[in-house]
């Protein structure tokens, strides 16, 4: 039996997707089969093509595509040329929005979480329901947390104002 979360808790809003993924479990199995499960402590909602800061705000490319698919899939890109960002992308097709795992127990910061999870591009348009190499399972929910800004996205106007990180 596992603890997978189901499809459904990833067709919900970002908003509500994003502070419930807090305490949640997010598990990996690498390439040499080990098993690693990682408490998730940090999270940002990215929400569709109306929030500035939110990649699919450019509309729909190669790179965004993903976004654009039904919620439970994985969105992955690199910055800075050496970081693999993960992203778990929310709702129904077409809504595009994700949240961005900005940290694991023990690891801050999402270019971190990245390499800890040895993340690559070929993580791009994983499906989180039934991905032999990663999943999120559940774990006893959290009901204090904290709220602030989005960390890094001055660039976007009054949303770089709105309180849709979450962290413990």
């Known amino acids: 039996m596992t603890d997978r979360l189901s499809p459904d808790f990833f067709l919900r809003d970002v908003l509500e997707v994003a502070p419930a993924l807090i305490g949640k479990l997010l598990v990996r199995q690498f390439e040499d089969g080990r098993i690693e499960k990682y408490r998730i402590i940090e999270t940002e909602?990215?929400?569709?093509?109306?929030?500035?800061?939110?990649?699919?705000?450019?509309?729909?490319?190669?790179?965004?595509?993903?976004?654009?698919?039904?919620?439970?899939?994985?969105?992955?890109?690199?910055?800075?040329?050496?970081?693999?960002?993960?992203?778990?992308?929310?709702g129904n097709e077409g809504d595009a929005s994700a949240v961005l795992i900005r940290g694991i127990e023990g690891c801050?910061?999402?270019?971190?979480?990245?390499?800890?999870?040895?993340?690559?591009?070929?993580?791009?348009?994983?499906?989180?329901?039934?991905?032999?190499?990663?999943?999120?399972?559940?774990?006893?929910?959290?009901t204090e947390f904290k709220t602030s800004k989005r960390i890094g996205i001055g660039y976007a106007g009054e949303w770089a104002n709105k309180l849709w990180r979450f962290y413990l």
């Open 45 to 90: 909602a990215y929400r569709g093509t109306e929030d500035l800061a939110c990649h699919a705000s450019k509309g729909r490319t190669p790179r965004t595509e993903v976004m654009f698919m039904e919620g439970g899939t994985v969105y992955v890109y690199l910055i800075y040329g050496m970081y693999w960002l993960l992203n778990l992308v929310t």
């Open 108 to 142: 801050s910061g999402p270019g971190r979480v990245g390499r800890k999870l040895q993340l690559d591009k070929s993580f791009y348009g994983e499906n989180l329901v039934n991905s032999s190499r990663i999943w999120v399972e559940d774990a006893e929910p959290v």
